[in-house]
């Protein structure tokens, strides 16, 4: 069964800090993975898309890395900020035929304390 | 990128009745996906819509129970039938951009007595 997983399922951090998130998934034959963004009454927003062929992506503060072989993801957030509090979520896109299907974490929950 | 509004943003509902939810997205796009937020839970895929053929659906929903409609390139509801508590979650709409990138509506928060 494809899985995904993240960890931790919630964060408290000050203001400043640098801080990892981690997604793991179960099945190293992935097509790609995504970072998701979720604030409350918001919907999600798209923060990073990893193709299967790449190793990492970075947008601002932001950094996502990939490595299929441990089957895991990390997204890296430098100096934290207040507005950065959300939950963050992790897809994970399989080669299922036919479908675009995305398997999601639970998310973390972050808050970062001003 | 994909702008997507969805109505309503929540309701509450008594149980047995049907809530239909719309998704509206400012361009043209083959594909829609209907997913399903418990709470406390991640993201599940119901049904991927495309405008012309049936709604395919995801294993454990069904049509008599989730129908979805998809007149036209922008445009397509989910209603959810016969409702009960545990049904009480978030509905989004999402669709396919470009470069894989996934867009997601703001959602509609449920509620059944």
């Not at chain 2, 008599?64 to 979650?89: A, G, Q, Y």
């Amino acid at each position: 069964k494809q899985e995904v997983t993240q960890i931790p399922a919630a964060l408290s951090v000050p203001e400043g800090e640098n801080l990892v998130l981690n997604c793991s998934f179960t099945d190293s034959a992935i097509y790609n993975l995504q970072w998701f963004r979720q604030d409350p009454g918001k919907g999600l927003t798209s923060l990073l898309l990893i193709q299967s062929s790449q190793r990492e992506q970075t947008s601002g503060r932001l950094n996502a890395s990939l490595d299929k072989s441990s089957g895991r993801s990390t997204l890296y957030i430098a100096a934290s900020q207040p507005g950065d509090s959300a939950t963050y979520l992790c897809a994970v896109r399989f080669p299922t035929s036919g479908t675009y299907k995305y398997i999601f974490g639970t998310g973390t929950r972050l808050k970062v304390l001003a | 990128s994909a702008v997507i509004s969805q109505k309503p943003s929540r309701d509450i509902c008594q149980r047995g009745t049907s809530l239909t939810i719309q998704c509206q997205v400012d361009s043209q796009v083959t594909m829609m996906f209907w997913y399903r937020q418990q709470p406390g839970q991640s993201l599940t895929l119901i049904a991927t819509a495309n405008q012309g053929s049936e709604a395919t659906y995801e294993s454990g929903f069904v049509i008599d129970k989730f129908p979805i409609s998809r007149p036209n390139l922008t445009f397509s509801t989910l209603t959810v039938s016969n409702m009960s508590p545990e049904d009480s979650s978030i509905y989004l709409c999402s669709v396919q951009g470009g470069y894989d990138t996934q867009y997601f509506g703001p959602g509609t928060r449920l509620t059944v007595l």
